[in-house]
């Protein structure tokens, strides 16, 4: 029996403002303005750095997976927030900068008598984010689970 894989495939332009600055658009989504952070050269701290929009899509797409699997098992989520930090730094192996720590706090809040379901879907949610997936550093999350 043969498996098929679904295939995802996605599509971005940059369009180059001047300096360190640019453009991002994908079809008829709001444009993101983005720049080097504003601890490196040229950085812009109006702009969003592709770190941040890493650090982003990182915790967007947790929380995506989470909410499917908690729809496809009935858990009722009322509340979903979480802080995302991550630390880039010379990795050891190849001496290269990169992402090596992502720390994930999610605060989710369910229905009354749904907390222990719930929790039972973190590592599902990790375990199917895409971008996690996609990604060699660590990420470590500190659920917190809490009921209306």
């Known amino acids: 029996m043969t498996v098929r894989s679904k295939t995802f495939d996605y599509d971005v332009q940059l369009t180059w403002d001047g300096g360190r600055a640019s453009t991002l658009t994908a079809g008829d989504r709001p444009a993101l303005h983005g720049a080097p952070p504003d601890d490196f050269p040229h950085g812009d ?3 969003w750095s ?8 990182l915790s967007s797409c947790t929380m995506l997976s989470f909410l499917s699997h908690a729809d496809h098992n009935g858990v009722e989520v009322q509340s979903y927030r979480a802080d995302v930090s991550g630390t880039i730094r010379r990795r050891d192996g190849d001496g290269r900068y990169a992402f090596v720590e992502v720390r994930l706090s999610p605060v989710v809040r369910v229905a009354a008598g ?3 379901a719930a929790r039972g879907l973190t590592d599902k949610a990790q375990r199917d984010c895409f971008i996690s997936a996609s990604t060699t550093a660590e990420i470590h999350a500190d659920w917190s689970i809490e009921e209306a």
């Open 45 to 47: 701290a109006t702009r």
């Open 50 to 57: 592709p770190e941040h929009l890493f650090l982003a899509a």
């Open 114 to 116: 749904q907390a222990d």
